[in-house]
């Protein structure tokens, strides 16, 4: 049982567009809200994350929306870039730690 | 930022034998380790929780007698699969968090795991 929904399942856009990605959880002891950055054959990275105390973060042309009522946080790339081209993963966890993992987007940026 | 070393990147074995995977995180000290296994195309599914000094939690469905993991010190932690078989073939990936910053968690590199 996925505790935290994401879609789309994958994504193409052309280099320079907006990538938007979307997450939805029910667990509302989740207190951490990260994205993760993935290649293949390589463990996930860190990109950005959140907390629910605060509705939007932005850090270079990566952006996160969260809207704690409705229990959902989206990951915004702005001007997307071929070197863009990865899995993402959103992600909770509570105060132990414990990150429940989306299911993943496939990003193609094309050129 | 902090550093997670995982050893090996790659392991081909046999059916039945067993294989070791290492999990140090090299500049912090790590309070929680997690093991993740993630198929083609798949999420990380979490395996287990390690704490130093204690015994790992499993999570459900995970044979805790298959996948041994031992947490010996705050910077490593071990995940051991024994009589692996073909269906234990995966990227299997470890994560750390700091003693001070109980959430953030810092992901090793994986290793792929082959089971022939």
């Known amino acids: 049982q996925q505790q935290v929904k994401q879609s789309p399942q994958s994504l193409i856009v052309q280099k320079g567009g907006i990538s938007i990605i979307n997450c939805a959880y029910e667990n509302t002891a989740f207190d951490y809200f990260p994205w993760y950055q993935q290649f293949p054959g390589k463990g996930p990275a860190l990109l950005i994350a959140?907390?629910?105390?605060?509705s939007e973060k932005k850090e270079g042309r990566f952006t996160i929306s969260f809207n704690k009522s409705a229990k959902q946080f989206s990951l915004h790339i702005m001007d997307s870039q071929p070197g863009d081209s990865a899995t993402y993963f959103c992600a909770a966890s509570d105060s132990w730690g414990k990150l429940q993992f989306g299911a993943g987007t496939q990003v193609v940026v094309t050129p | 930022g902090a550093v997670v070393s995982q050893h090996p990147s790659r392991v081909i074995c046999k059916s039945g034998t067993s294989v070791k995977i290492e999990c140090r995180s090299l500049d912090f000290q790590a309070t929680t380790m997690f093991w993740y296994r993630q198929f083609p195309k798949q999420s990380l599914m979490l395996m287990a929780t390690?704490?130093?000094?204690?015994?790992?939690?499993?999570e459900q469905g995970v044979e805790k007698d298959k996948f041994l993991i031992n947490h010996a010190s705050l910077t490593l932690s071990t995940l051991t699969v024994t009589s692996a078989h073909p269906e234990d073939s995966s990227f299997y990936i470890c994560s750390a968090t700091q003693r001070t910053v109980n959430t953030e968690a810092f992901f090793g590199q994986g290793t792929r795991l082959t089971v022939v």
């Open positions: 390690s704490n130093e000094g204690s015994k790992a939690t499993y």
């Open positions: 959140i907390r629910p105390d605060v």
